[in-house]
């Protein structure tokens, strides 16, 4: 199975402020990286597939990069209702594997 | 508007089976395979497995192969996941979500399970 590691289990940041959250991927996945935010008492939601591809109505300080094995989430101006869990999956191969998740906090 | 509404919290004793329900609308049913993910108190996201609405095709995460069985009512666009011989270990929410390939655009509400005597 592909292992997809998220370093940061937690990262603070305050309004206003870019923040970067990272995974990587134990084998190259080909850029099909997907990212959802989970807030709390909430069912996950899409944020960006294919690595970079914004899903529909998502918000454009949201963005996504990355190739190979490693990947970024990017929210360039973060907002107080961006406090959530941030997890990345491939979508590569089967079984399609989250990362630990990463909990965004705000200062 | 998409929706995928799932069945109610279950509470049911160990060693038992349960089975829980997914109902789409909004969408073609069988355009899209539905997947179901399972998330621990406090835990992350784990990939249970995928169907195809379309002709009832399977892939399992190996690890609930004999645990999870997936089926589909296309006459009621509703998605099913059985878990079987349950156990502690298996109280959690599990979500219904559907993809086309393209990451899991929609997701359901989620269906607590609990596993106690």
């Known amino acids: 199975d592909i292992v997809m590691t998220q370093s940061h289990k937690f990262m603070s940041t305050s309004v206003g402020d870019r923040v970067s959250i990272t995974c990587k991927a134990s084998q190259d996945v080909s850029t099909a990286v997907a990212w959802y935010q989970q807030k709390p008492g909430q069912s996950p939601k899409l944020l960006i597939y294919?690595?970079?591809t914004r899903h529909t109505g998502v918000p454009d300080r949201f963005t996504g990069s990355g190739s190979g094995t490693d990947y970024t989430l990017t929210i360039s101006s973060v907002q107080a209702e961006d406090l959530a869990l941030y997890y990345c999956q491939q979508h590569y191969s089967t079984p399609y594997t989250f990362g630990g998740g990463t909990k965004l906090e705000i200062k | 508007q998409v929706q995928l509404q799932q069945s109610g919290a279950e509470l049911v004793k160990p060693g038992a089976s349960v089975k829980l329900s997914c109902k789409a609308s909004g969408y073609t049913f069988t355009s899209y395979y539905m997947y179901w993910v399972k998330q621990r108190p406090g835990q992350g996201l784990e990939w249970i497995g995928e169907i195809n609405p379309s002709n009832g095709g399977t892939n399992f995460n190996e690890k609930f192969k004999s645990k999870a069985t997936l089926t589909v009512d296309k006459s009621s666009s509703t998605a099913y996941m059985q878990l079987s011989s349950l156990t502690s270990e298996d109280s959690a929410v599990y979500y219904c979500t559907r993809s086309d390939g393209e990451g899991l655009d929609y997701w359901g509400q989620g269906t607590t399970l609990t596993v106690s005597s």
């Open positions: 294919w690595a970079s």
